[in-house]
């Protein structure tokens, strides 16, 4: 049987907030790497995927394991060990390098242009993350799940606040977002259902400053 509600909402924010630690780390790295490039062409893209690509990977190990350890708390499971080659990310890196010829384009300063590609290269860094760990979700086979639920932070936008009101069927069908989202998705056990607990609270929160 999982743990109690009150247990399970502690749980899952302890979670959140292992996984920013994750990100923002990895975030910042992968900004250094951009702005270390020291030019921003198109041949540089390859260099800025070699030099991030063991950030990457060990912010990946990192939230499989951490992801791992809460899936088996909350659904009172042992942990699954997942080979994180068998966790598919997509990820574009070539997208920050997009973001600044764009601001280039429009005749923003140079400055301007590659802060811009510094923001695309963090976020980058973030929804790696944060797509990892709803993924990993998908190894979880505890029996009692009814379905998952996206599960929102502090720092979550309305339209994640109106996509957190849906049940879904699997954690891959809620492994979705938006540049720099970091919701997770939480098993729905029976009745237990902490995103639904910590969801209301943002949502009530986002409608008093509407």
């Given at each position: 049987?999982p743990?109690?509600e009150?247990?399970?909402?502690?749980?899952?924010?302890s979670f959140?907030?292992?996984?920013?630690?994750?990100y923002?780390?990895?975030?910042?790295?992968t900004?250094?790497?951009?702005?270390a490039l020291?030019?921003w062409?198109?041949?540089?893209?390859?260099?800025?995927?070699?030099?991030?690509?063991?950030?990457l990977?060990?912010?990946?190990?990192?939230?499989i394991?951490?992801?791992?350890g809460?899936?088996?708390?909350?659904?009172?499971?042992?942990?699954?060990a997942v080979n994180?080659a068998t966790v598919t990310?997509?990820?574009?890196l070539r997208?920050?390098?997009t973001?600044?010829?764009?601001?280039?384009a429009?005749g923003?300063?140079?400055?301007?242009?590659i802060?811009?590609?510094?923001?695309?290269a963090?976020?980058?860094a973030?929804?790696y993350?944060?797509?990892?760990?709803?993924?990993?979700?998908?190894?979880?086979?505890?029996?009692?799940?009814?379905?998952?639920?996206?599960v929102?932070?502090?720092?979550?936008?309305?339209?994640c606040?109106t996509v957190?009101?849906?049940?879904y069927?699997t954690?891959?069908s809620?492994?979705?977002?938006?540049?720099?989202?970091?919701c997770?998705?939480a098993?729905i056990?029976?009745?237990?259902?902490?995103?639904?607990?910590i969801n209301?609270v943002?949502i009530d929160?986002?409608?008093?400053v509407?």
């Amino acid at each position: 049987m999982p743990p109690p509600e009150q247990t399970l909402v502690r749980l899952t924010r302890s979670f959140q907030g292992q996984l920013e630690r994750i990100y923002t780390r990895a975030g910042s790295l992968t900004a250094a790497r951009w702005d270390a490039l020291g030019a921003w062409n198109e041949l540089d893209v390859d260099r800025f995927r070699l030099a991030t690509e063991p950030v990457l990977q060990a912010a990946k190990t990192a939230t499989i394991n951490a992801s791992a350890g809460y899936y088996s708390l909350v659904t009172d499971s042992p942990p699954v060990a997942v080979n994180p080659a068998t966790v598919t990310v997509p990820t574009d890196l070539r997208a920050p390098f997009t973001s600044y010829w764009h601001g280039l384009a429009e005749g923003r300063p140079w400055d301007e242009a590659i802060a811009a590609g510094r923001s695309r290269a963090t976020s980058t860094a973030v929804d790696y993350v944060s797509s990892t760990s709803r993924r990993t979700a998908g190894f979880v086979s505890a029996d009692g799940i009814v379905g998952w639920r996206r599960v929102l932070t502090g720092n979550s936008c309305r339209w994640c606040a109106t996509v957190s009101t849906q049940r879904y069927r699997t954690a891959e069908s809620a492994d979705f977002g938006h540049d720099h989202c970091d919701c997770i998705v939480a098993p729905i056990y029976g009745d237990a259902d902490p995103g639904q607990v910590i969801n209301q609270v943002r949502i009530d929160q986002l409608d008093a400053v509407a």
